[in-house]
């Protein structure tokens, strides 16, 4: 199974500021048939399902607002928050869904400071 | 009109079995594969099983091969998960959700309990 591992676990960050989430996988997850990199990116707040927020990588979820960007190449991928909102207060995972079994990562927890 | 509604989960013994369904509407449910996910207590979150959207083919997690089984009826917009030999550590929030680039769709979950 490919293992995805995410850092750091969590991290605080002030309002309107930048939070950086990094995912690397154990191989590559290039999606042979349409040459991208086929990694996720959801954000789970409690008690709701997890949402997703970006796939193949980079590309935004539809109504997922542009302050959430997604970048990354071959075994190292990052989710970026431009400007932490209260409301982006979540725990955030990557997934690949290259090779069943569809692995995640252990997820980044992300807090106000 | 909520896509995904999952039902069929509750507590169970150990040894015990269970069957999940997934109700699909407000889309062509057969043009999509479909995966069950689950979420332990303060865990992570853990692919368990595919299904194409034809139901010719099934993939599973090493976790559950052997104990569960998907299966989908497309008249009927649902999908199935059948779970036997449940474990203590089968104990989750079980989600299925609508494959598109990774995971686009996700129901509420449904909470399956092992315990004697």
């Known amino acids: 199974d490919i293992v995805m591992t995410q850092s750091p676990d969590s991290l605080a960050v002030s309002l309107g500021e930048r939070a950086t989430i990094n995912c690397r996988s154990s191989?590559?997850?290039?999606?042979?048939?349409?040459?991208?990199?086929?990694l996720a990116w959801y954000q789970q707040k409690p008690g709701q399902p997890p949402k997703r927020l970006i796939y193949w990588a980079s590309t935004r979820a539809s109504g997922v607002p542009d302050r959430f960007s997604g970048s990354g190449s071959g075994t190292e991928f990052t989710l970026t928050i431009s400007s932490l909102q209260a409301e982006d207060v979540a725990v955030y995972y990557c997934q690949q869904y290259n090779n069943f079994p569809w692995t995640f990562g252990q997820g980044t927890k992300v807090e106000i400071k | 009109e909520v896509p995904l509604v999952e039902s069929g989960g509750g507590l169970v013994q150990p040894g015990g079995s269970l069957r999940l369904s997934c109700g699909a509407s407000g889309f062509t449910f057969n043009y999509y594969n479909m995966i069950w996910v689950r979420q332990a207590p303060g865990r992570g979150l853990e692919c368990l099983s595919y299904i194409s959207g034809s139901g010719g083919d099934t993939y599973y997690a090493d976790s559950v091969k052997g104990r569960f089984t998907v299966t989908r009826d497309n008249a009927k917009n649902s999908l199935y998960l059948q779970m036997n030999s449940l474990r203590a550590e089968d104990t989750a929030v079980y989600y299925c959700?609508?494959?598109?680039?990774?995971?686009?769709?996700w129901g509420q979950g449904t909470t399956v309990t092992v315990s004697s």
């Open positions: 959700a609508r494959s598109t680039a990774g995971l686009e769709v």
């Open positions: 191989q590559s997850i290039l999606y042979s048939s349409s040459n991208r990199n086929a």
